[in-house]
């Protein structure tokens, strides 16, 4: 058996999609409305629960041994803590965000009742040591406490926005436009508007599979799984699997290209070997070879929610990414074969051992 023929084309245009739809945590109406509209075009049974998440379901032969797919909607941005008379905004990080990554440029500012723009601003580069943003140019990194937000609104204009402590600020949406590199995918938010186009096409694919599965577009992931912990403490499961990016640094094993990746463990704990073997022989059925890593600094729907004991077992399968949190490049080919793999478990159940 071979994995099936995914269109590259169509995989791209669904993430780009999903990537010019602002969701930052806990602010993800945006997104939330692209989904619901998508799986309704696709007459499958979904919902938005009490937490925030999307949740479509595709029923199966077995209803007592449900498993769930999540990828979490929300980005990383920042967060209004003050608003000054003069119309800057001093923000802080929202997930794991860093001003350097973003540089100077145009971000979006979600007010309560417009967006408007704003420019991430370090300060001018003409100084001395006289003034502080010369240490931004020898010996200090750029940190969001020494950067601002510069609106050139005042603080009426900024008032009838809605703009407040509280208010999320995200890269500007042109900024935001993924560019296609050969067989790669670069853009801000790939973790995690990638995974998402994944379940959208779990959902158009799948069909009554072995057991119940939830696609869950999970919500506030970044700032601490709070969606997953909400569906799985709500939601009896045999399984939970998320899907993620997975970072290419010198410290992991881990290759750029078309190859998925199978975790071991991450920054919150080991995931369940049965389920990793069960994935394995998934993707050795339609010939996709895995590889496998034990990574740090990092944490995903599954290994949170199986920390907390929600769920007894779960995985993560992911596609390596450069610049994580940064300017994201996956290959589609890696995308696409998690898709597969993911498919093939969903259709076969628990495969059985030969």
């Known amino acids: ?26 602010v993800e109406g945006e997104i939330d409305g692209f989904l ?4 309704t075009n696709l007459q499958v049974e979904h919902w938005q629960d ?52 973003y540089g100077e440029g145009v971000v979006d500012i979600l007010g309560d009742r417009e967006t408007i723009p704003g ?16 240490a931004l140019q020898d010996t200090a990194p750029v940190l969001w406490e020494r950067a601002w937000v510069e609106t050139k609104c005042n603080a009426i204009e900024l008032s009838d926005a809605g703009v407040r402590p509280g208010t999320r600020v995200v890269v500007g949406k042109h900024r935001k436009q993924p560019l296609r590199i ?62 993620e990016i997975c970072p290419l640094s010198l410290e992991y094993p881990i290759q750029g ?27 050795d059925l339609i010939r996709i070879p895995l590889q496998f890593a034990a990574i740090s600094g990092f944490g995903s729907d599954a290994s949170i929610a199986m920390k907390f004991g929600h769920v007894a077992r779960a995985a993560c399968l ?18 696409a074969n998690c898709l597969a793999i993911l498919e093939e478990y969903c259709q076969q159940g628990e495969p059985e051992e030969k």
């Open 1 to 26: 058996m071979v994995a099936p023929t995914i269109d590259y084309d169509v995989l791209f245009n669904t993430i780009e999609e999903l990537v010019l739809h602002h969701s930052p945590s806990g």
């Open 36 to 39: 619901r509209d998508r799986l």
């Open 50 to 101: 009490r937490a925030g998440n999307i949740i479509a379901k595709i029923p199966g032969k077995d209803p007592q041994n449900a498993i769930a797919i999540t990828g979490h909607k929300d980005e990383i941005g920042a967060i209004v803590k003050t608003v000054a008379r003069n119309g800057r905004l001093k923000v802080r990080p929202l997930g794991g965000a860093f001003p350097w990554v």
């Open 119 to 134: 420019i991430l601003s370090f300060g001018s580069r003409h100084v001395s040591h006289e003034s502080p943003q010369k």
């Open 182 to 243: 050969k067989d790669y995918i670069a853009s801000y938010t790939l973790d995690n508007k990638a995974s998402v186009a994944i379940l959208l096409a779990l959902a158009e694919r799948v069909k009554n599979p072995r057991q119940d599965v939830y696609l869950v577009a999970s919500a506030k992931e970044e700032v601490g799984a709070i969606g997953a912990l909400y569906f799985t403490q709500n939601q009896p499961l045999d399984a939970l699997i998320a899907l």
């Open 257 to 283: 290209g078309d190859l998925p990746v199978l975790l071991s463990q991450d920054g919150y704990g080991i995931y369940d070997e049965g389920l990793n073997r069960e994935l394995k022989m998934s993707a």
């Open 318 to 335: 992911g596609f390596p990414t450069e610049n994580t949190h940064g300017y994201e490049i996956a290959h589609l080919g890696a995308i």
